[in-house]
């Protein structure tokens, strides 16, 4: 199947620091991707879907201001979670969907997840 | 209520035994339907797609309900790694994945 790679894996940062994670699709081209968050023991809930070249779109609850989704390139999207604090410390998976003219019909791809750790 | 609910589990069972997780989903406009496998710390893995026939892959079995709106996983034979959480997902309008809370199982020696 297609990859997924996020970078870093895991970080641990101070409160009140932004930190960035990478998501990139390695071997197809990604028009949307999509961040999920995942607490322990909670199922992924969707954070954003972002389209490449044009803003994200937020679901509701999150700070879009706080949570900043850059997606430059169709296999680079970037989420900054900006002035973290401790309750932001969660599992951060990014997914990329291909090119409807790949053939494939709308698959989904998971990155490996950034576990965030914010102290 | 959940667009997509299971049961939390978890479900502690014994090599060799089989189980069944079930799932049901609140949306009728759904359209595909999805097994996915998640290991602590990791990130989901597609198990398999459910269709409406029914569908089998080695010791896995789904089976979808549109009707009542419920999905099922069946596992034969558990084996030891098995063992993870078992999200049931829905694809809905927009090719947007839905996904549920999941049900962990721990099969045992």
């Known amino acids: 199947g297609a990859v997924v790679s996020q970078h870093p894996s895991w970080v641990i940062c101070k409160s009140g620091t932004s930190v960035k994670i990478e998501c990139r699709s390695l071997?197809?081209?990604?028009?949307?991707m999509f961040w999920y968050r995942q607490f322990p023991k909670q199922s992924l809930m969707l954070m954003a879907t972002?389209?490449?070249?044009?803003?994200?779109?937020?679901e509701q609850g999150v700070e879009k201001d706080k949570f900043l989704i850059n997606h430059a390139s169709l296999t680079l999207s970037t989420l900054t979670v900006t002035s973290a604090h401790p309750e932001d410390s969660s599992f951060y998976i990014c997914?990329?969907?291909?090119?409807?003219?790949?053939?494939?019909?709308?698959?989904?791809?998971f990155g490996p997840g950034t576990r965030l750790t914010v102290t | 209520r959940k667009e997509v609910e299971q049961d939390p589990g978890p479900f502690n069972v014994p090599e060799g035994a089989t189980v069944a997780f079930n799932c049901t989903y609140s949306?009728?406009?759904?359209?595909?339907f999805f097994w996915y496998r998640q290991d602590c710390r990791k990130e989901p893995k597609l198990l398999m797609s459910?269709?409406?026939s029914g569908n089998e892959d080695g010791r896995f079995t789904a089976q979808l309900n549109r009707a009542s709106q419920y999905i099922s996983l069946l596992i034969r034979d558990s084996k030891l790694s098995d063992s993870a959480t078992y999200l049931c997902?829905?694809?809905?309008?927009?090719?947007?994945?839905?996904f549920g809370g999941g049900t962990r199982l721990m099969v045992k020696p």
């Open positions: 997914s990329a969907r291909d090119d409807p003219t790949s053939g494939r019909r709308y698959e989904q791809y």
């Open positions: 071997d197809f081209q990604a028009t949307t």
């Open positions: 972002s389209n490449e070249g044009s803003k994200a779109t937020y």
């Open positions: 949306n009728s406009a759904s359209q595909s």
């Open positions: 459910v269709y409406s």
């Open positions: 997902v829905v694809r809905g309008a927009g090719n947007m994945l839905t």
